[in-house]
């Protein structure tokens, strides 16, 4: 097996508390199912998929090729990593989410081939996904286990599709949802902590670790 039970058992869990933390490509599919209806918000969520499996390919065959060279890798990696996600928590504690803005997302039939084309733009040109997959998925991958890239796919596809149900289902809902961030800052104010905590959380997970 490329990555072994317990790994899943540990990764997994991980990856959909991630999944399900707000951030900039659920407010995206929101806007496009807003505008779109669920149609556009599902499309949006499988661009936004689409370019998170193009960020696990450059990282798997990148980081494999560092880390034949310098082994010692591994542990950078590892504490930039749990400095990186314990900044991002930090912030999100700190900022206040503002309500989401619907206004840009296409509306019609026409509207769900671009919303897919979005979604992968708006991935792709986030330079905090390319830190961020390069930052957890290493954390989960074994050594020991053999090549670092079959892991890492397997790692990514799962983090991928976990995000892709979770934003489609986001996407597709986005009118009540929507409308409950939109007008509740309560809401607004237990998603922000939610996603801070998650992050820093992990970060502290990750910094005590054994590997």
Not at 43 to 67: E, M, N, Q, W
Not at 142 to 167: F, H
Not at 180 to 194: Q, Y
Request: proline share 7%.
């Amino acid at each position: 097996m490329i990555v072994s039970p317990d790994t899943l058992w540990l990764f997994v869990p991980a990856a959909l508390a991630l999944n399900l933390t707000p951030g900039n490509d659920m407010l995206f599919c929101l806007g496009q199912g807003m505008r779109g209806g669920p149609a556009a918000g599902m499309a949006a969520s499988l661009g936004v998929a689409t370019g998170g499996v193009v960020h696990t390919l450059l990282a798997a065959f990148g980081l494999a090729a560092l880390v034949a060279a310098h082994p010692g890798l591994f542990a950078v990696i590892r504490w930039v990593g749990v400095g990186y996600l314990l900044w991002l928590g930090l912030q999100t504690l700190r900022r206040p989410m503002a309500p989401p803005a619907f206004g840009q997302a296409p509306g019609g039939s026409a509207g769900v081939l671009r919303a897919w084309r979005e979604g992968i733009v708006v991935n792709l040109l986030n330079p905090k996904v390319v830190v961020f997959v390069l930052a957890f998925l290493p954390q989960f991958v074994k050594p020991e286990a053999g090549p670092a890239v079959p892991q890492m796919l397997v790692l990514g596809g799962i983090l991928s599709l976990g995000g892709t149900v979770v934003n489609g289902v986001v996407g597709a809902l986005a009118g009540g949802i929507g409308r409950t961030l939109a007008t509740s800052g309560r809401a607004r104010e237990v998603f922000r902590w939610v996603s801070g905590l998650v992050f820093v959380g992990l970060a502290a997970r990750l910094a005590f670790e054994r590997r």
